[in-house]
């Protein structure tokens, strides 16, 4: 475990590789082989890997989480003019792909049962919007959204689901990984991610075709010639060998870094949990979270503000929940369909420190700061 000194900085979550220096031997061997492209051993295995460990027939390393939600926007057959429900409780990487194929997004608002879409709002924008041309649901800070009543709801107005699991690698929906319920699943492997890449992203499929189809798109379009042909317009999308090897190292200790995750979330909840007027993230009977980003809902007289500024103070760093993107200066044209539960959350909301290098040393801490604030009620 790493160390940490009095009033070192505490980090929200920071990229972490593994003590056993496993993405090191995958990084040297694309070095060695002068494999240094979008392209190579590292890039197949991962793929392979990745969609081996969530359960997908198949996937396609990518630059970003966000060129995998355009691409998969653009296999689903969004184009200019379609209209795109997304929820508005959620980082703008996102909607912006919608705007990527010149389509119209919708905002749904979310439930306090799980932070997530509401599958009562959804049903109230295919009453409006019968025409949709897609779904993408997001798994905010690792929790499950409802997929049971979301799938049934797609389905049954025949719409492709399309899942943002950038923040849900390693968390589970009844028992199945979360981004392979609808027809495309995207992860993210930024740097403050469960697991990182330094950058870089993922798109799964158990539809082959379209997963070659994006691998095709991601490198330019380029057509099977000796010269250079492009007959479709193309992207610079893959994911580098180098990146890749880091990726396939980090794999190998997702499992330690839910387990942390996990206990971070524990112990504030043991810590916190009576503190009156603190509400944690929801938990289902039916949800198994990574709790990427351990979050809390503040009701009472201490406000999200005297926290952010309390735990700066001691060089701690925390965060406001993401602002709804129906609030965003650039999405607030576009319309949204909820009763501004995810205004609410925006309001009340803290995302604590959970980086997975904090010894209890530091989580008690973070504590300590957030129970001082209590005490001088």
Known sequence: MVSTKVNERIFLSSPHMSEEGYEMKY????????????LGENVNGFERELAERVGSKAAAALSSGTAAIHLALKAAGVEEGDIVFCPTL??????????????MPVFIDSDYETWNMSPKALEEAFDKYPEVKAVIVVHLYGLSANMDKIIEICRRHDVVVIEDAAE?????????????????????????????????GMLVSNNEEKIRKARFWATQSRDQARHYQHSE??????????????????LKVLDQRVAKKNYIYEFYKNELGDLEGIEFMPTNEWDSPNY??????????????????????????????????????????????GTNVSEKLFENGVCLPSDTKMTDMDIERVVKVIKRLWSKQ
């Open 292 to 337: 990427w980003l351990s979050s809390i809902v503040l009701t009472g007289e201490v406000r999200p503000l005297d926290l952010f500024n309390a735990l700066e103070a001691e060089n701690i760093e925390s965060r406001p929940v993401w602002k709804p993107m129906h609030m965003q200066p650039y999405f607030e044209k576009f319309d949204y369909i």
């Open 27 to 38: 990084v040297q061997e694309a070095f060695d082989t002068n494999w240094i492209a979008p």
């Open 168 to 200: 849900s690698l390693g968390s589970y929906y009844k028992g199945q990984q979360t981004g392979t319920f609808g027809e495309y699943g995207i992860f993210s492997f930024n740097g403050n991610k469960i697991i990182t890449t330094s950058g870089g």
């Open 90 to 103: 959620t980082f703008s990487a996102t909607a912006n792909p919608i705007i990527y194929q010149h389509a």
């Open 233 to 250: 317009l193309g992207f610079n999308y893959r994911m580098s060998n180098v990146v890749a090897g880091i990726g396939r190292g980090q």
